[in-house]
């Protein structure tokens, strides 16, 4: 069966730093990603990377601040986010599919968590 577990969110505050894993079972995917949807918005992708190692960032507000990366031995994903922001509140969801071309729509990956709450607040 596969499954996509995420887990690390929680509240911090503004200028904090908080780590999510995506734990991947089942089958081991070519591209993973992150998407993140806030209250009232649509799902926005994030931050991606495929199994060569390849990276493609989704907003510029994220991409100098969130660090991916996969451990393929133990089939993870995780993302370091750094200086976290009020506007980076939002439940994030990881997503995988078969393919390697890292896409940047929800309807390009096949696969998706129940997501992990990150809340920044002061």
């Known amino acids: 069966q596969v499954q996509l577990v995420e887990s690390g969110g929680g509240l911090v505050q503004p200028g904090d730093s908080l780590r999510l894993s995506c734990a991947a079972s089942?089958?081991?995917?070519?591209?993973m990603a992150w998407f993140r949807q806030a209250p009232g918005k649509e799902r926005e992708f994030v931050v991606g990377i495929n199994e060569y190692g390849t990276i493609v960032h989704g907003p510029d507000s994220a991409k100098d601040r969130f660090i991916i990366s996969r451990d393929n031995a133990r089939n993870i994903m995780m993302v370091q986010m750094h200086n976290l922001k009020l506007e980076d509140t939002a439940r994030y969801y990881c997503a995988a599919d078969h393919r390697s071309r890292i896409g940047l729509r929800e309807n390009d990956y096949d696969y998706w968590g129940q997501g992990t709450q990150v809340t920044v607040s002061s």
């Open positions: 089942g089958y081991i995917f070519s591209t």
